[in-house]
């Protein structure tokens, strides 16, 4: 048996690139070498992306001002975080208030199966932003690597129709800084590190909307506190 079966007979994967520890380090040992981790990256990313949240905030609440909505893509975690922002959005983040729009465009598994099968992943995003998005509307695009074709593809379509591009990315930006209209990127090549990132980022718009939006009189509805 040939260690690679040995590690799926055993259910235990071979140590990847970027693990924290050894094979042997305690679980407590290991998440402490994480957050170590995590805190030198956010330390970088304290300064140096404040600006770009500001402007990234302005531009989705101007969207929601407007009568827009929200629309966010992402694939793996990233879709998982989709899942979650506009979540906050149509839910609440922090306080009662009335609902934001907002659609995550990775949650119908027959569109995004049908759209796969019939016309290749790479347009299963695309598809519905064509299909979804207006003029004015908004979409936050969420991607790691910053290549995914699917989340680049969506992209150039948003743009195509007249809407805004917010991306989140990693230390590969190039592509969708290209494609958007703000780029948060986090200075990391670690897609643990970077997902953890956004998903403050996340939390620090979702929670900037709701102090800009839910006092704010341009928009209709109730229950603003």
């Known amino acids: 048996m040939t260690p690679s079966e040995a590690g799926c007979a055993g259910g235990i994967a071979s140590p990847r690139e970027g693990c924290i520890g050894?094979?042997?380090?305690?679980?407590?040992?290991?998440?402490?070498?994480?957050?170590?981790?995590?805190?030198?990256?956010?330390?970088?990313?304290?300064?140096?992306?404040?600006?770009?949240?500001?402007?990234?905030?302005?531009?989705?609440?101007?969207?929601?001002r407007q009568g827009g909505c929200i629309l966010v893509c992402g694939n793996g975690g990233s879709a998982a975080d989709a899942q979650h922002f506009a979540a906050e959005l149509v839910g609440r983040f922090a306080c009662e208030r009335q609902a934001l729009a907002s659609i995550s465009l990775t949650t119908d598994t027959s569109i995004l199966t049908a759209i796969a099968n019939d016309y290749g992943v790479e347009h299963m995003f695309a598809r519905q932003v064509d299909a979804l998005g207006r003029e004015g509307d908004a979409l936050v695009v969420l991607s790691t690597s910053g290549q995914s074709p699917n989340v680049l593809a969506a992209a150039d379509v948003a743009n195509s129709k007249?809407?805004?591009?917010?991306?989140?990315?990693?230390?590969?930006?190039?592509?969708?800084?290209?494609?958007?209209?703000?780029?948060?990127?986090?200075?990391?090549?670690?897609?643990?590190?970077?997902?953890?990132v956004h998903g403050l980022i996340l939390h620090a718009l979702a929670d900037a909307l709701e102090c800009a939006l839910c006092r704010d009189d341009s928009i209709e509805g109730e229950g603003k506190v």
């Open 162 to 196: 007249g809407m805004r591009v917010v991306a989140l990315v990693g230390s590969r930006a190039e592509s969708l800084q290209n494609r958007s209209a703000v780029c948060i990127s986090v200075p990391s090549e670690s897609t643990p590190r970077i997902q953890e």
């Open 22 to 64: 050894r094979k042997d380090t305690p679980p407590g040992e290991r998440f402490v070498g994480i957050v170590d981790d995590l805190r030198g990256l956010l330390s970088d990313c304290r300064d140096g992306l404040s600006g770009r949240v500001d402007a990234a905030c302005q531009l989705l609440a101007e969207c929601l």
